[in-house]
């Protein structure tokens, strides 16, 4: 069992990543060396005319049981493997160019489109939602997301009955991101929810944090946030929607599917197999607090699992 103690000796954290299983191999392949490295030129910065837009109101549904984490700590640890392996990819990410920006939506829709992030944006409208996040390697954080609910963006994609999946893609492009280049990794990254999940309240659709347009780090200038989901499910920077009737082969489940599932669902009861499950540490903070049942959206969530109990749903 992994427990966070900030003790020299004992197993840090970056090891009970689901990369360390790839760590060997990482470090007999010379060219990921580049992969801290990365360029400065690009920048984060959002087109001026997004300026209006935030702090979006807050919707006072969505609120916590604890303190939001500050930008300082959850702006400088992140999973973002297309800008490297370590937690710190903020400076290579800043080398994506976020705008302008446009997301395809096809599949078994009524007709597929494209659409820029800022049309979609003026289309929809934005509120603020404070959510709690839980990644699978057992550390977490409070924030303040800006964006709008995926059940909004399904609505007017208008999939048709035969869609059963929504199915979430990343940017591709090796040349701007270090992480692409290693070629053990099944990139693009993808992600996918049910229809049925998709259209629950939960699902966010984000394009900015702490009343700003998302810092590129955290996925600018679009992603997700499933909340009662560990946090590989919640994709970044996405460039394509896609409804699909078959399962997506996601990311981390083409992987390693004995430790990342499609269903990902937190549960505290439910070991990761190297690692419990039980508790979570708080990033910013030298706490470890209890992880909840579905991170404590069951109330909201539970009942999207009637009927698939035969499912591996905590994987
Ligand atoms: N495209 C992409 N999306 C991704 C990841 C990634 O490596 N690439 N990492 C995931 C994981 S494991 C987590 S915990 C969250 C981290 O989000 P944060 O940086 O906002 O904390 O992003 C998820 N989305
Ligand atoms: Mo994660």
């Not at 060396?33 to 969505?62: H, T, V």
């Not at 829709?109 to 944006?121: C, N």
């Not at 995926?150 to 007017?156: D, G, I, N, T």
Request: aromatic share 12%; with cysteine; net charge positive.
């Amino acid at each position: 069992m992994l427990i966070r103690r900030n003790r020299g000796w004992e197993i840090p954290e970056s090891q009970a990543t689901p990369e360390s299983i790839f760590l060997n191999r990482r470090s007999l392949i010379g060219g990921a060396a580049g992969l801290a490295a990365g360029s400065l030129i690009g920048g984060g910065a959002r087109a001026a005319s997004e300026g209006g837009l935030y702090p979006a109101q807050r919707n006072d549904a969505y609120t916590l049981d604890r303190a939001l984490t500050p930008e300082k700590f959850s702006g400088d640890y992140n999973n973002f493997y297309e800008f490297g392996m370590s937690k710190t990819v903020l400076p290579a990410a800043n080398a994506l160019k976020t705008s302008p920006w446009t997301v395809k939506i096809d599949g078994l829709v009524e007709k597929p489109f494209e659409i820029g992030v800022d049309d979609l944006i003026k289309k929809i409208g934005l509120e603020e939602r404070l959510y709690r996040h839980r990644c699978v390697e057992a550390w977490s954080m409070a924030v303040p997301w800006t964006g709008f609910p995926l059940s909004k963006l399904v609505a007017l994609a208008k999939p048709s009955s035969g869609a059963k999946y929504v199915r979430f893609e990343t940017f591709m492009d090796k040349a701007t991101a270090p992480g692409q280049r290693v070629f053990y990794y099944p990139w693009p990254y993808i992600e996918g929810l049910t229809m049925a999940e998709a259209g629950n309240d939960l699902p966010f659709v984000v394009t900015g944090i702490y009343g700003k347009p998302l810092p590129n780090q955290f996925g600018a200038p679009i992603r997700i946030a499933v909340p009662w989901k560990y946090g590989f499910k919640s994709a970044k920077s996405i460039v394509k929607v896609s409804f699909t009737a078959e399962r997506p082969k996601t990311f981390w489940e083409g992987l390693q599917a004995s430790e990342y599932g499609f269903w990902a669902n937190v549960n505290p009861a439910v070991p990761h197999p190297r690692w419990s499950q039980a508790s979570e540490r708080v990033l910013g903070t030298d706490q470890r607090v209890p992880t909840l049942i579905y991170n404590g959206y069951g109330e909201q969530v539970a009942g999207l699992y009637k009927g698939l109990e035969g499912e591996r749903l905590f994987v």
